[in-house]
């Protein structure tokens, strides 16, 4: 029996490392993503090409609020023109800040290893998840869970996106942190307490990601025997811990205020409530049921081809608001669901052999509440899916026996046939519709570079004051056209406005030599205006006025708080040398000639350069192939 047990023991870690290592693989072609959205940001405010200075250590600063801050980023192009006059974005991750600043001194510009660094903290925080789900399970019910974790979607960003690195810093070392917490459990020495609360610590200082994970810890403390007030002891280092690092965000400034992505619950609470009401299902229903939270600002990408086929709707096709409804119906489902898996393992008791700690049951709700804080996206549920997985494959081990030994009892079997369907749904699922994401997210990022550095818009940039983006859909382009050519030693404008963020045909109308009306000739509700309600949580109003960089904006129709119909005048004529018109198209940013006064012409909408990339990988699985939505025309 010894020598059996020594073998399960051995053999976990192979073929951990195998899972481990087979995923990394099969995602890595999104390590040649390069450079995309926030990290232009980043990389620019160290190396001074930001608009508004910013310190190594407060790199997730895009925005803190002030007046003269607003002001910069704002007559930049960084924040549009519609932006809250008191936006806050300002994130405490001061570890990953550092983490980024190193990168820029040992590796220059060199993304390719920026990533290569990335994929070593990803490596890290699997591997001590692997040791983790070990500390909780026996060998082969681990590896499950693990396989479950390691086959998310969300592995994607984490690995694709430089600014999203700081999520895997904070959950490596909060994992570490509780891993010794279990370790020393049940061995006579543990890991040092000191070390311990060292590593929750560390991982507060990376990313408020590590908020997701600390109900584990500081319930981990309390279920541990002892008398009530020996277990309210216990609290005591965690309450100071929380107090810290809420005193440090408060005097740091940092938080979110007046974004319809980010709601700080400290500051918004109310605002906070509301959302958490619509987002905490859909997290639940991509938790549970694997359809995909980051489908509800990005729109769901089979859409186009379903309503082609009149599987669909024609209006879901570029509407999210009705698939977002589908998402909340999903998440209602998955709801009782996860409420009776989290309800049968605080039902268990303690004396039962092995079962799944209470902790990781109360835990599991409450390391969603961080995420609520902004739009729900898979990437943001690695703390949930870490004890849900956990809470999946032991109500499978436990119902097992009885369905071997008991084959008459069909309530083990159907609750064992139910945990084998939702394992395979989080296993298999995930993988099939994020393949396209995943073989076209490099491709994607390098067209969208490609059309930003093309050389025909050396001349033009160089020489303009006024660069006018008039509609664009990728994150990249929306509002880092400078700092991406300034990364690249490309010339550069001093400024980029972006007029409407929207994936509409739009027209537009020459009222006067410098004044041009731009409007919305569709009112669908795209992932463009889940962007744009991002920058504002605050409907617009017909008539509110907005001035930005020798522009000045009118909003004269709206529709529930979109901006439908817009005046923009500058202070020089839109026939000047130094004005120029950019429009975002399948063949990458193209010059729009404005049209002479008392004329209209229409553009767009708005698509990706899909034609830069070569295979058509991304365009397929959008359903752009054959679709309006990837038409893009100027026409007089």
Request: a positive charge; proline letters at 7%.
């Amino acid at each position: 029996m010894r020598r059996e047990g020594v073998r399960a023991w051995c053999s976990y870690p192979l073929l951990a490392l195998s899972v481990i290592g087979a995923t990394l693989a099969l995602r890595a072609p999104v390590l040649r993503t390069g450079f995309i959205v926030d990290d232009y940001a980043q990389v620019s405010m160290l190396t001074g090409a930001f608009p508004v200075k910013r310190t190594p250590l407060e790199l997730f600063t895009f925005s803190n609020g002030s007046a003269e801050d607003i002001a910069a980023l704002r007559d930049f192009g960084y924040l549009p023109w519609w932006s809250h006059a008191a936006l806050r974005v300002s994130l405490f991750r001061p570890l990953s800040s550092a983490l980024m600043w190193c990168d820029l001194h040992v590796f220059g510009l060199n993304a390719f290893a920026f990533h290569l660094h990335s994929a070593c903290w990803w490596l890290a925080m699997m591997t001590v998840l692997a040791a983790v789900l070990r500390q909780l399970l026996p060998p082969l019910p681990a590896l499950l869970a693990l396989t479950l974790c390691a086959a998310h979607p969300g592995h994607i960003m984490f690995l694709g996106w430089l600014a999203n690195r700081n999520a895997m810093v904070a959950t490596t070392l909060a994992l570490a942190g509780l891993w010794g917490q279990l370790a020393g459990r049940g061995a006579a020495r543990g890991p040092p307490r000191a070390l311990i609360m060292l590593a929750y610590t560390l991982s507060l200082c990376a990313s408020e990601y590590a908020l997701g994970f600390l109900p584990y810890a500081v319930l981990c403390d309390v279920e541990r025997s002892g008398t009530r007030s020996v277990r309210l002891r216990r609290l005591i280092p965690w309450l100071l811990l929380l107090f810290a690092y809420g005193v440090l965000r408060v005097l740091g400034g940092f938080g979110a205020r007046g974004s319809g992505m980010y709601v700080d619950p400290i500051a918004e609470p109310l605002s906070f409530l509301r959302a958490a009401f619509v987002r905490f299902p859909v997290l639940v229903g991509d938790l549970v049921l694997a359809v995909r939270s980051t489908w509800w600002s990005a729109g769901f990408p089979w859409a186009p081809q379903l309503a082609a086929q009149g599987w669909l709707p024609a209006a879901w096709a570029v509407d999210l608001r009705p698939l977002r409804s589908v998402q909340v119906a999903v998440g209602l489902v998955a709801l009782p669901i996860l409420a009776g898996f989290v309800a049968r393992s605080l039902g268990r008791r303690l004396s039962e052999p092995a079962p799944c700690p209470h902790f990781l049951a109360l835990g599991l709700p409450l390391s969603l509440v961080p995420a609520l804080s902004a739009f729900p996206e898979s990437r943001l549920l690695l703390p949930g899916l870490f004890a849900w997985s956990v809470l999946l494959v032991d109500a499978g081990r436990a119902a097992w026996p009885i369905v071997r030994n008991d084959r008459g009892m069909l309530r083990a079997r159907f609750a064992f046939g139910s945990v084998v369907v939702l394992w395979l749904l989080g296993v298999v699922l995930p993988p099939l519709y994020s393949m396209s994401e995943n073989q076209a997210m490099a491709p994607l990022a390098n067209a969208v570079r490609a059309s930003i550095l093309a050389p025909a818009l050396d001349g033009a940039l160089e020489r303009s004051r006024h660069v006018l983006l008039i509609a664009a859909v990728d994150p990249t382009t929306t509002i880092y056209i400078p700092l991406v050519r300034r990364v690249h030693g490309r010339p550069a404008p001093s400024s980029c406005q972006l007029l409407m963020s929207t994936t509409s045909t739009l027209r537009l109308s020459r009222l006067a030599s410098n004044s041009i009306v731009v409007e919305r000739l569709e009112d669908a509700y795209s992932a463009a205006d889940a962007y744009a309600s991002a920058l504002n949580e605050m409907p617009l109003t017909s008539g509110q006025r907005f001035v930005s960089d020798g522009m000045r904006v009118t909003v004269e129709r709206v529709l529930d708080g979109r901006p439908m119909r817009a005046r923009f005048e500058l202070d020089t004529s839109f026939d000047d040398p130094g004005v120029v018109l950019l429009m975002q198209t399948v063949f990458g940013l193209m010059l729009v000639t404005p049209p002479r006064v008392g004329d209209s012409i229409s553009v767009g909408p708005a698509v990706p350069p899909f034609a830069l990339m070569g295979a058509g990988v991304w365009a397929r699985a959008r359903g752009c192939s054959d679709t309006r939505s990837c038409r893009t025309h100027t026409r007089q």
